[in-house]
């Protein structure tokens, strides 16, 4: 593909639907045979989808394990530097070396797709197929975690409803429903009305269904009977002397576990260049981990040399989660990092363009300007710092644009060159697996040497100090301000036993910071913690650093309004 | 099976699971085969579960028609007397006489199996398979009619919230959210609350997902260019000038029927001995017309000798929806119908018996006794008369329990054979099809005799004719009383165009008239029409004759709390 029509593919994104399609799906059980996976756990789910069962894990659990890479990225702007494309790419250029290599990838949420973004299955030639059931309903894995999570809300007022034991207090309710919508019109609202067979007034809301703590739950389990165990624990409210009542004495654990039994099984699909695709879970990346199944890396890993996933966010945020809550949790040590920079976003955090959420980026970013991308440069040594953080020392995978110049992308290298760290220019969107060669070969020695991984904090440090570390060392706050009764709830907390369970602080993902206006890597700034929350069933405390929207909007002219059917019965406006 | 055994299997009903356990499911590839159905039409979804792509109707168009045949029964008992067992044994029955058979049956809703009654896939050795799938998921379909559905809310809200044109009133919207969930907690709100950016404060509820007119649509298109064509004329409120709003002017028609390409193709799966199975569809039998899907009667139709699908209720209803709403928009000509009836209804209509819903029947019905069966009766004649108001003379089958005594079906036997009917005693739960060759021969007699189908009314009748006409017709009512305004409303929607449409009544399922209290076949009532509603896209006029729960609750021991996992991970409590 020549660059000015690369250029056209990134401005007129439809273009990824055409060359999905012109791409023949090779049959999901030869991708499946090719990984090892035993043919009885495979359990296919339409043309190119197919569920693997656990058995699988079991099966796949003498052979050796493979190398396991993280995707995280700098800082991003607001459309995204393509971590999701770029682990794509590096699957397809890593399985051109010869290497069997999987992607793992979160399932994207439907609302988004609905809303404003349109698909999420990366794009140009590094994409994962078949996009329109990748980006609607999958195998319903979404549907089940919100009929688990719903069930549970049902339950809950059916318990109030008919006063069972232990007694809830209706103000003290902590279960929203969940919907995998963008609908604002049911963030707030008072339900329970009609009269005395309607169930107890009280005030209640939806979050969309990636925000459930059902989903985070889905992602970090084990296994169906650790699955089991986690949802049990969950924590829905307080009873009338301010206990908490979990989803066991609810009696709704075991229900959810048999509801979510078929989305428990990680879904296999393949790229462009027909590398083995594992889409698996998709928690949110502020409130939760944002870090796709555990499951489905314990699969991926034992069925090939390398497992590649991406972390939500930028390394301070999803690199970190996947370090210290999902690598905790699963055991897996985590051999090589993939550090994702675009020339735009290092002019980007140069501070001298206005770049509106929302509206496409201003084209003064596409002028030439190595000085600029120097400027920006500090957020990317920041970002690199994060990740040795935690032991290891990130690839730096410049993800090529059209509009990129030379002088730019050599300013980018000379960067990362002077702290010790490869990056290399990758053109997985223009040329798929072909343009993604020199990352995977640096990706591989990467690997190959691996690290000396570690946390960021132990298990036992309190957790108001588990904060401060992650404020201080990874964002570069001065310190944390917690609001009043922070610190005591935190402590209530250690006290009943959830002190050694890692943190999630959810702050803006448009800066190091919290203020998301902030650039660069900013310094002289304190976090300011408003709220901490525990999600019991998935094994974290978050604390809220921020304006966190767990319900999106619509805007007036929404991507839904551009999808459709054309003549022939295929589906038109979705890219 | 010994009686004995049969008595425990039914008042054990987790007996359904074992039965079904020690089944060894056909690859379901292969039960595609044996109907014709082309290779690359079959979409497996799981084990034992395949999505039929609609071009298996094209392929299959060329191929005789078979013959259609509905299964209705009399007016019902709180627990129902097995109208799916008899749908499905018959079919097995039909198998063993050589025939292709395939039983067609509406998707169970996940929200009462959650609820009280458990599952729904027959029951002891008449069932389909897998029983787990089938009852919680199955391949998404109910998921996908709420995202359609509820994506159109979240979009009318979005309209109100952007003031987009046409300018909806916000008093005036008519399109509820839905939950395929038992949640009284949900049925009245107020929501929009929060603040400017969080929607426009309005009233709003939730329904269960089969009571969308989505669901309703589904089951009632015959091709994805239909489906597109209905979804778009839906009603989703009145602008400020009182003129209707369409879900084409709210601009989701397209994206709706984009969400719901999978949900459109139906469904395969087998029964325990093998007889293919389509399960699509499962829209309500009293604001809607209970039926399951079009398209998997036109697939089967043509697949094999005989199709046999289930109408909701008593013939009253589903069986007059089948005739009037489904066989009128899908152009199919009924060939035979079975009326199922049991020992326990008959003596049940003679009104000496106290059953309370909810609760085991009372142990006075098990006692042998003729003379109720006789007092009972007029309930079986007038049904039998309701069907052939449609111009079809029913098999009456007797859907054999170990209580019954040979006197009690030899009354029943003589009171069908007193109005020319033929009678058989059908023991397909405790022998399979084995134990409905009878009903099977007696059911493929009736349908190579053939009928004489009509019409209950023409389409061209005014709405409130078509109304009066079921009600004095099949219900026996004196006549209907229409509250104000509802006749003045049927001639706007006429004036509008709408007059053509068939007429839906919702009225209890209990009685044949509209007092749940009447057994038997009450005459001297008068039908009361409280309000009338439009399903525009459906396509029918649907009249509220009774107090209609669309979203129903959980009783203070949901079966969900019973519903666990054991330590092998298999799935216990679900039956």
Not at 185 to 201: E, N, Q, S, T
Not at 226 to 236: E, F, K, N
Not at 297 to 323: K, N, S, W, Y
Not at 529 to 550: M, N, P, Q
Request: glycine share 12%; with cysteine.
């Amino acid at each position: 593909m020549s660059p000015q029509a690369t250029e056209q593919a990134l401005s007129r994104p439809a273009d990824n639907l055409s060359i999905a399609r012109a791409v023949r799906l090779w049959p999901i059980e030869e991708i499946a045979h090719r990984l090892g996976v035993p043919g009885e756990a495979v359990e296919p789910y339409g043309r190119g989808i197919a569920k693997l069962d656990l058995t699988a894990m079991t099966a796949l659990a003498e052979r050796p394990r493979g190398r396991y890479v993280v995707v995280t990225s700098m800082t991003p702007t607001p459309p995204g530097e393509g971590k999701t494309t770029t682990a794509i790419g590096l699957v397809q250029g890593l399985q051109r070396l010869g290497h069997t290599a999987t992607v793992a990838l979160r399932q994207p949420s439907m609302g988004p797709t609905l809303g404003l973004k349109g698909g999420a299955t990366g794009g140009g030639y590094s994409q994962v197929l078949p996009m329109e059931r990748i980006n609607l309903h999958l195998t319903g894995d979404i549907h089940a975690v919100g009929a688990a999570h719903n069930l549970l809300a049902a339950m809950v007022d059916n318990h109030l409803h008919h006063r069972l034991e232990p007694e809830l207090d209706p103000r003290e309710v902590r279960w929203q429903r969940v919907i995998d919508l963008n609908d604002r019109a049911l963030r707030h609202l008072v339900m329970g009305l009609g009269g005395r067979g309607d169930g107890i007034p009280r005030q209640g809301g939806f979050e969309i269904t990636a925000a459930s703590e059902v989903m985070a739950v889905l992602a970090l389990a084990d296994s169906l009977v650790d699955l089991r165990r986690r949802l049990g624990r969950v924590i829905v409210g307080l009873d009338r002397s301010g206990a908490p009542v979990t989803a066991e004495q609810i009696g709704a654990a075991g229900a959810m576990t048999v509801l979510l039994k078929e989305a428990l099984k990680p879904n296999l699909l393949q790229t462009l260049e027909h590398a083995p695709a594992l889409i698996h879970a998709g928690p949110f990346g502020n409130i939760a981990h944002g870090n796709s199944s555990i499951v489905a890396d314990h699969i991926g890993l034992h069925a090939g040399d390398f497992v590649v996933t991406e972390a939500g966010f930028g390394a301070d945020m999803g690199a970190e989660r996947f370090f210290n809550i999902k690598c905790r949790a699963s055991g897996l040590v985590p051999d090589a990092a993939v550090l994702v920079v675009t020339v735009r976003a290092m002019k980007y955090h140069s501070g001298r363009h206005q770049v509106v959420p929302g509206q496409p980026l201003p084209a003064s970013l596409l002028a030439e300007s190595p000085d600029e991308v120097r400027e920006g440069g500090a957020n990317l040594l920041k970002q690199i710092d994060n990740v040795r953080a935690h032991g290891l020392n990130p690839v730096v995978a410049i993800n090529a644009f059209p509009s990129d110049h030379a002088s730019e992308v050599d300013a980018i290298r000379e960067l990362a060159a002077s702290v010790g760290v490869r990056a290399e220019l990758s053109r997985h969107v223009s040329d798929g697996g072909e343009g993604a060669l020199a990352l995977a070969e640096a990706v591989a020695e990467a690997a190959e040497a691996g690290g000396d991984f570690r946390f960021l904090y132990p298990a036992e440090m309190p957790l108001t100090a588990k904060i401060e570390r992650i404020a201080t060392r990874l964002y570069g706050a001065e310190g944390v301000d917690f609001a009043p009764g922070v610190r005591a709830r935190l402590e209530a907390w250690e006290h009943e036993g959830y002190g050694d369970l890692p943190v999630c602080i959810a702050k803006t993902h448009m800066s190091l910071s919290s203020d998301p206006a902030r650039l660069g890597a900013p310094t002289g700034w304190r976090l300011p913690v408003r709220e901490v929350r525990l999600s019991a069933g998935a094994g974290f405390v978050y604390a809220l650093a921020g304006d966190i929207r767990t319900m999106p909007g619509l805007n007036a002219s929404p991507a839904a309004t551009r999808l459709d059917i054309d003549d022939e019965g295929n589906t038109v406006g979705l890219y």
